[in-house]
């Protein structure tokens, strides 16, 4: 496993993402929406565990189940492809998730400012320097909108006077 | 006009640092094109056919002297001399260089200008009613709320990366002129039965390969609402808008799809839990953003200069312009001015950086220090008094923008086409100044033909806006020849339709022909007074076919 980055650090990667048939041999790891629904049960309460939704793959079927998920594996399959953007907001936001947040696919060091002020803290990069990509974060220091980041927009924050 | 504050501008600045060290990164190697195209195009910098092309944001038309004055340094400095109004009041230059790309961003940013979303599948530059402000049948200027927007949209996080490119437009009249019914959403400020300004919701208009316009979601939605609203249409997009293939991309399809009722059911759901967040607009907010926007200081005397009606009678050629280019503004005493880009000598919507220079002077000598652009591809000069009418329309003169056709058939709505886009399947530039020469010698003839709006795309992607063109003209490539489909009846104002195909597609010689048979035909057969697109609606396609083609 290599490296990710998590709450703008980078650090050793400690999950599996688990193929359908693979066993699961303890530590974090992740499974498909699939596995998921068909052993939910089963898998619901053991610890580190992280279910992966596809771009095209709602969120809806999990919300029931996101205070037993320690990870939540939204994907990339290129970057263009914004719908987890959406999903992320939503359950930091509406749904209340607290676990890990994670970004996995395309992702690229110009979209993890966006990505981060959605909710996501945990990102598996595709490709260039991890650390070049840190630098990412600090693109804006002020943003006009409320995000998952808790920010309040610019005509209410403090900010404007 | 909205002025910047110190988080607005920093903003800007950040970008242009963010920017710049891009541009450095592909440079050097270490992004690829692939992973730069994206990047760029968030920044309205296109590849085209011979260079690089940037389109530079003018938010809702509006410009000041100051910035006009940077846009013509930038033509100056960055290209070869020239800037082009696009059909949504933004400016395109079309000689860049990647390597000074940013300094161009630099640049703008002096002066409170950007290129941010210009391109790119996200939320683009918002345009308003080329006449806010100034007009008399406004209900409520349009702007504020488009600066709001402007805001809320700038780097949204979540909606940077949509299915396909997003357009907002807001008009604040009565006559529709910013064509909101054929925009992904169009705001129009209405009055309910209580006398409460707020906003009619039109969502899933557009043009390009599948036209269609927009249907209303909410008769009324109270003001504080805006942003809550358009975010909940935005998430709705797009999580389920079409991803797969990108013809099928834009929210229009998604809303066809569903049924503007369901479609309108999902938006409402997804409300109903932000409507009340802190995307609830303050009164304070709304307060602060239109004091922006307040009249100039108006010469309560104005109207009291008549002296521009004895040259009215003795220049026949300040005469025609006062009747063509001049427009009545609600403030008596006072003009809207429309500076015509439609000159034969130069394609339409083309403008030089002298010209800019000048029309920024005449902006401060004669207009308050403001002009618009209009997606028609002039400019417009909004608050003209009396007194300086003729020693305007003179300097105007002097620099071929007195051309007195606005509204006319040689002021023709055109794309860059063949000689500039890169997706282009034939010239379309060409084409109008064909058209444009075979009128533009005889006024008379074009004020006898009126109001007739030609509109025209070099391909299916409809830059041009064809489909609502009195005459549409769409280039087509047919065994590697550059051909013409010819459309008739459209229109994006209060009557808006689509127009429907006149036949089989005309060779590029015989276009013109086609046009003047048209027009000849039409002159023959209207009724007393019958605009050309009435017209058409009455004797439908038909007879016209049988004259073109017959
Ligand atoms: S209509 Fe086609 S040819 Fe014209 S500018 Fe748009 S993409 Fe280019």
């Known amino acids: 496993m290599g490296e990710v980055i998590k709450n703008r650090s980078i650090i050793e990667d400690d999950v599996r993402h688990l193929a359908d048939d693979e066993q699961a041999t303890g530590g974090n790891f992740t499974v498909s929406l699939t596995r998921w629904l068909e052993e939910r049960e089963q898998l619901k309460n053991v610890e580190g565990i992280g279910v992966r939704i596809a771009s095209d793959e709602p969120i809806e079927p999990i919300l029931d189940d996101i205070s037993s998920l320690d990870i939540i594996a939204l994907d990339f399959p290129k970057f263009a492809d914004g719908?987890?953007?959406?999903?992320?907001?939503?359950?930091?936001?509406?749904?209340?998730?607290?676990?890990?947040?994670?970004?996995?696919?395309?992702i690229l060091r110009d979209q993890l400012f966006y990505l981060c002020r959605c909710g996501f803290d945990t990102f598996e990069l595709a490709q260039g320097n991890i650390r070049d990509a840190l630098k990412g974060f600090n693109d804006f220091s002020i943003t006009y909108q409320t995000a998952a980041d808790g920010t309040l927009p610019v005509y209410l924050s403090e900010q404007r006077v | 006009m909205y002025q910047y504050n110190a988080i607005d501008q920093k903003i800007v600045d950040e970008r242009v640092a963010q920017y710049r060290d891009q541009v450095e990164r592909r440079l050097a190697g270490e992004l690829t094109e692939d992973q730069f195209r994206p990047l760029r195009l968030m920044n309205g910098l296109y590849l085209q056919r011979h260079a690089y092309m940037l389109r530079v944001a003018i938010p809702y038309g509006l410009l000041s002297s100051e910035q006009t004055r940077m846009l013509a340094?930038?033509?100056?400095?960055?290209?070869?001399?020239?800037?082009?109004?696009?059909?949504?009041?933004?400016?395109?230059?079309?000689?860049?260089?990647?390597?000074?790309?940013?300094?161009?961003?630099?640049?703008?940013?002096?002066?409170?200008?950007?290129?941010?979303?210009?391109?790119?599948?996200?939320?683009?530059?918002?345009?308003?009613?080329?006449?806010?402000?100034?007009?008399?049948?406004?209900?409520?200027?349009?702007?504020?709320?488009?600066?709001?927007?402007?805001?809320?949209?700038?780097?949204?996080?979540?909606?940077?990366?949509?299915?396909?490119?997003?357009?907002?437009?807001?008009?604040?009249?009565?006559?529709?002129?910013?064509?909101?019914?054929?925009?992904?959403?169009?705001?129009?400020?209405?009055?309910?039965?209580?006398?409460?300004?707020?906003?009619?919701?039109?969502?899933?208009g557009g043009l390009g390969r599948t036209p269609i316009l927009g249907a209303t979601i909410r008769e009324f939605l109270p003001k504080e609402h805006l942003l809550s609203y358009t975010e909940a249409i935005l998430r709705v997009y797009n999580l389920h808008g079409n991803r797969e293939n990108k013809y099928k991309a834009r929210i229009k399809i998604l809303v066809k799809s569903l049924g503007p009722d369901e479609f309108r059911r999902q938006v409402e759901e997804e409300w109903e839990h932000i409507k009340d967040s802190v995307l609830h607009l303050t009164e304070e907010e709304i307060a602060r953003v239109s004091a922006f926007f307040v009249p100039p200081e108006y010469d309560a005397q104005a109207a009291n200069h008549q002296e521009f009606l004895g040259k009215i009678d003795s220049n026949p050629?300040?005469?025609?312009?006062?009747?063509?280019?001049?427009?009545?503004?609600?403030?008596?005493?006072?003009?809207?001015?429309?500076?015509?880009?439609?000159?034969?000598?130069?394609?339409?919507?083309?403008?030089?950086?002298?010209?800019?220079?000048?029309?920024?002077?005449?902006?401060?000598?004669?207009?308050?220090?403001?002009?618009?652009?209009?997606?028609?591809?002039?400019?417009?000069?909004?608050?003209?008094?009396?007194?300086?009418?003729?020693?305007?329309?003179?300097?105007?003169?002097?620099?071929e923008m007195a051309t007195p056709n606005i509204g006319k058939v040689t002021d023709i709505i055109c794309c860059p086409g063949l000689d500039f886009c890169d997706l282009a399947n034939a010239g379309s530039i060409g084409v109008s100044q064909a058209i444009t020469d075979a009128f533009k010698d005889d006024l008379e003839l074009q004020y006898d033909i009126g109001e007739?709006?030609?509109?025209?795309?070099?391909?299916?992607?409809?830059?041009?806006?064809?489909?609502?063109?009195?005459?549409?003209?769409?280039?087509?490539?047919?065994?590697?020849?550059?051909?013409?489909?010819?459309?008739?009846?459209?229109?994006?104002?209060?009557?808006?339709?689509?127009?429907?195909?006149?036949?089989?597609?005309?060779?590029?010689?015989?276009?013109?022909?086609?046009?003047?048979?048209?027009?000849?035909?039409?002159?023959?057969?209207?009724?007393?007074?019958?605009?050309?697109?009435?017209?058409?609606?009455?004797?439908g396609r038909g007879p016209i076919k049988e004259v073109v083609y017959g």
């Open chain 2, 73 to 204: 340094h930038i033509a100056r400095k960055y290209d070869k001399g020239f800037g082009h109004i696009t059909t949504r009041q933004n400016i395109q230059y079309n000689w860049p260089k990647l390597a000074e790309s940013p300094d161009i961003l630099a640049d703008l940013a002096k002066v409170q200008m950007h290129a941010i979303q210009t391109s790119g599948n996200c939320i683009r530059n918002i345009s308003a009613d080329h006449l806010a402000g100034v007009a008399g049948d406004e209900i409520e200027d349009p702007r504020p709320y488009c600066e709001i927007l402007r805001q809320w949209s700038t780097f949204h996080p979540e909606f940077s990366y949509l299915p396909r490119k997003f357009k907002i437009a807001i008009t604040g009249a009565i006559q529709d002129r910013a064509a909101v019914i054929v925009h992904d959403i169009g705001f129009r400020l209405v009055k309910n039965d209580e006398g409460v300004v707020g906003f009619q919701v039109i969502v899933g």
């Open chain 2, 317 to 399: 050629q300040f005469a025609r312009w006062f009747e063509q280019n001049v427009t009545e503004h609600k403030v008596p005493g006072y003009n809207i001015v429309a500076v015509s880009l439609k000159s034969p000598e130069r394609p339409p919507g083309d403008i030089t950086d002298e010209q800019l220079d000048v029309i920024a002077d005449l902006a401060d000598k004669y207009s308050f220090g403001r002009l618009r652009t209009t997606h028609e591809q002039n400019l417009i000069l909004s608050d003209v008094p009396n007194e300086h009418l003729f020693a305007l329309w003179s300097e105007l003169h002097a620099q």
């Open chain 1, 83 to 106: 719908r987890s953007y959406s999903k992320a907001r939503l359950l930091r936001e509406r749904f209340n998730y607290q676990g890990e947040l994670r970004a996995t696919g395309d």
């Open chain 2, 452 to 539: 007739l709006k030609i509109k025209m795309s070099g391909c299916i992607n409809s830059c041009g806006h064809h489909h609502v063109g009195h005459i549409g003209i769409l280039g087509i490539n047919k065994n590697d020849e550059e051909y013409y489909q010819i459309m008739l009846g459209g229109s994006a104002e209060n009557d808006a339709s689509l127009g429907k195909w006149l036949g089989p597609a005309i060779s590029k010689d015989e276009i013109v022909g086609a046009i003047q048979k048209i027009v000849d035909y039409y002159r023959v057969e209207r009724e007393d007074g019958e605009r050309f697109l009435d017209f058409y609606r009455r004797v």
